[in-house]
């Protein structure tokens, strides 16, 4: 093509070959055509005959919205249930024919958390929800296997574990009474409030289908516009484009169950609660610098940073807690729906209580047969488990047993050994693909008299699982109860609970995410929805993208803050942070050893960084070098400690592989300490020794305990005047 070509072609990048409309389209029209730079396989049969087709003949045709068979349909957003509040019918073929086929859009890796990490624990019951739950893995004392993966949403095997996204924090408890599945997420809200809608989300946000690009990233204009023109995704939006979206390690992530669960206690009574797991070393995010850098230089930084913690002995806690509400009839908890998976009760009007404490103490030994291969089901439930009307939950329920026939193979993936129960299993399946049992008997139904009658039925006082007899009825409807409709509150209680640290983040991912679509239409439509959150926000992105600051559309309520939302603004426990300990040839070996000591006692991790492998000095003295200039980036550091005047390569010059790295912890809010002659470096670094969060002192114990103390909130986010933008 010619330059004067080139200069006529359209700007490349839009995702489709005509600019769409600010409203939903609802005038009927066939498929848009290809882009001009787009073209298709020949038509031609297997044989490699010529088809009568030609050109477009692969693509879907008609304006309507149609099943596989090609029955039209006029409605697409709503599971059939019985009455507005009631569960699902399983009569619904709509829902199971697209659930059923997205479930099976990808193999063999997941459709949606693709890229995990795991590993094995311990959960230790309190015995606190002894008077709400009769589970037997909550009872006082009890002890319970676990395993848990961690994962990203939308990216591939292959992406990057630091990218803006929401986390998987799934569960499985290998109880004595059978396995249950806790299968959360590290935000407590969600995209959508009915699961038939979930391939549509997850279809807008994986890459665009004829570039497959952008990998594992939101930052593009089919996931804004359809979480534009879908405002129940408002909330669950605004918790990925905050901090949460990009945490700073799988240690420092709370978890979430997102749905509400019923709980029966051993008198038959029952309560309605959620879910929570909260990291007893806080809640904590990487900075947007950290986190691209972190995917440039190091994509496997989260399970990289979870299997180190394990196998350093500085192993990851976590709490588990129960928000606990009355199970009325209208399951409401003060004006908010509790079967709503887009809202969120705040903790400031219904505590969270403590029920037991999980550790991780093992990685895996094999990721394929464990972390790759672990199946959860939020329907491997136990006796005093029940679910809800929840419609995303009830969706749930069918999609994650369907698609593990098709990623795993088969129906018999329970006998896969890191989804084994680790009670008798006398299920009565036979056959299949993968069956590795080799059963004996003759008769695998019941009643049966040729086994002896075995299995037999269990009864309730042999911990039988019985659902809860809750009454339904209603008329078979596809709509949702007029309690779904606020779809801004909670995101406005959300972004007004955040430091003002915390909100620059926000206004800053956003501007970055928007600045990434094309079509201008979808980031102004996206403004709209950010003025019913917060003026001062929209008005922040609006400038950021150079377009006009729209008016709020709905009235808008001042909620009172939650500051258990807030990251911000409290102190945690130092265990297992890291800290590089930066020597050379001129530092005291002996006050090092000291210093990595007292280090390694307050449940922290050293990692000595020197200008080379191996060791430095001499017999006893020797310190083991565990990253080098070359090798480390400030990244994977808490807090820097310089063992004196440390990699001078001229005067009033450091190595430039250093002061990077300390002006990025620098930029990154962290502390930074040093004895000695430290002053010096830090200087020839550019940095001031009495700068917030700096700390320099003659002796090595107290510069230490000063880290230590600045660790504790995580990061000195008063360093600078001006909040650091996302």
């Excluded at 004829?210 to 990998?215: T, V």
């Excluded at 464990?370 to 136990?382: R, S």
């Excluded at 007029?482 to 406005?492: E, I, K, N, V």
């Excluded at 006692?601 to 070359?630: E, F, K, S, W």
């Amino acid at each position: 093509m010619t330059r004067e070509g080139r200069a006529q072609q359209p700007v490349p990048g839009a995702p489709a070959p005509e600019t769409p409309d600010l409203a939903e389209p609802v005038k009927p029209r066939r498929p848009l055509p290809p882009k001009d730079d787009q073209r298709q396989p020949e038509v031609r049969t297997v044989a490699g005959a010529e088809g009568k087709v030609k050109g477009t003949g692969r693509s879907q045709r008609g304006e309507y919205l149609t099943t596989a068979t090609g029955t039209r349909l006029y409605e697409t957003d709503h599971s059939l249930t019985a009455g507005e509040r009631g569960p699902t019918l399983l009569q619904d073929h709509h829902l199971r024919e697209k659930i059923t086929h997205f479930d099976h859009e990808r193999i063999p890796e997941r459709v949606v958390h693709a890229r995990g990490a795991a590993a094995h624990g311990t959960f230790l019951a309190n015995g606190a929800a002894e008077g709400i739950c009769k589970a037997a893995v909550f009872a006082s004392g009890a002890r319970t296997p676990v395993f848990v993966r961690f994962s990203t949403v939308l990216g591939s095997r292959g992406s990057a574990d630091t990218v803006r996204d929401t986390r998987g924090f799934s569960t499985k408890f290998y109880t004595d009474e059978g396995v249950f599945d806790l299968v959360g997420n590290n935000i407590p809200v969600f995209f959508i409030q009915d699961g038939i809608k979930f391939p549509d989300i997850i279809h807008a946000a994986k890459p665009h289908p004829d570039r497959e690009i952008p990998q594992a990233q939101s930052a593009h204009d089919t996931f804004w516009d359809f979480v534009s023109l879908h405002t129940e995704s408002t909330a669950h939006t605004l918790w990925n484009m905050s901090d949460r979206g990009i945490p700073r390690s799988y240690r420092m992530m709370e978890g979430f169950g997102v749905h509400t669960f019923r709980l029966v206690n051993p008198d038959g009574e029952t309560n309605l609660v959620k879910f929570h797991w909260k990291p007893a070393a806080g809640v904590h995010s990487l900075v947007w610098e950290e986190a691209q850098i972190a995917g440039g230089v190091d994509p496997d930084f989260h399970r990289r940073d979870l299997a180190d913690a394990i196998e350093a002995g500085a192993y990851p806690s976590w709490d588990l807690g129960v928000q606990v509400f009355p199970d009325t009839e209208d399951e409401m908890f003060e004006g908010i729906d509790l079967l709503d998976p887009t809202k969120l009760i705040p903790e400031e009007i219904a505590p969270v209580q403590i029920i037991g404490t999980m550790t991780l103490d093992a990685n895996p030994t094999n990721f394929f047969a464990e972390t790759e291969q672990v199946a959860f089901h939020p329907g491997h439930l136990v006796p005093g488990i029940d679910i809800t009307n929840d419609p995303l939950l009830q969706a749930r329920l069918f999609s994650y047993l369907d698609t593990q026939i098709t990623r795993l193979g088969g129906p018999n993936f329970d006998q896969i050994p890191i989804n084994r129960p680790h009670v008798p299993v006398n299920d009565m399946l036979r056959d299949g693909f993968h069956q590795d049992g080799v059963h004996s008997g003759v008769a695998p139904y019941h009643p049966n008299s040729l086994d002896g009658g075995c299995p037999f039925l269990a009864s309730p006082n042999s911990a039988a699982y019985i659902e809860v007899p809750e009454e339904v009825s209603g008329r078979k409807v596809r709509q949702a109860p007029a309690t779904f409709d606020d779809h801004f509150s909670q995101a406005r209680l959300f972004y007004r609970s955040l430091s003002p640290i915390e909100q620059e983040h926000v206004a800053g991912a956003y501007t970055f995410e928007l600045g990434k679509c094309f079509e201008e239409n979808i980031k102004t439509r996206t403004l709209g929805v950010l003025a019913n959150i917060d003026p001062g926000l929209a008005a922040t992105v609006a400038s950021g993208l150079g377009l006009p600051t729209p008016e709020p559309s709905e009235s808008l309520e001042d909620p009172e803050p939650s500051p258990a939302l807030s990251q911000v603004g409290a102190e945690w426990p130092v265990d297992g942070r890291i800290i590089a300990l930066a020597v050379d040839e001129n530092s005291d070996l002996d006050t090092v050893a000291a210093v990595r000591g007292q280090i390694v006692d307050a449940g922290m991790v050293p990692l000595v960084l020197g200008p080379h492998g191996g060791t430095i000095g001499d017999g006893d003295n020797a310190v083991t070098v565990q990253r080098t200039y070359l090798t480390a980036r400030s990244i994977e550091f808490d807090a820097i400690l310089l063992s004196g005047d440390v990699s001078r390569i001229g005067e009033g010059k450091l190595d430039p592989r250093v002061e990077t790295l300390l002006n990025e912890m620098y930029r990154h809010s962290k502390a930074i300490g040093g004895w000695g002659e430290s002053a010096s470096a830090l200087a020839a670094a550019g940095i001031d020794e009495s700068a917030l969060g700096v700390v320099v002192d003659a002796d090595a114990e107290a510069a230490l305990a000063a880290v230590t103390q600045l660790l504790k909130t995580h990061r000195v986010w008063g360093r600078f005047e001006v909040p650091l933008t996302a």
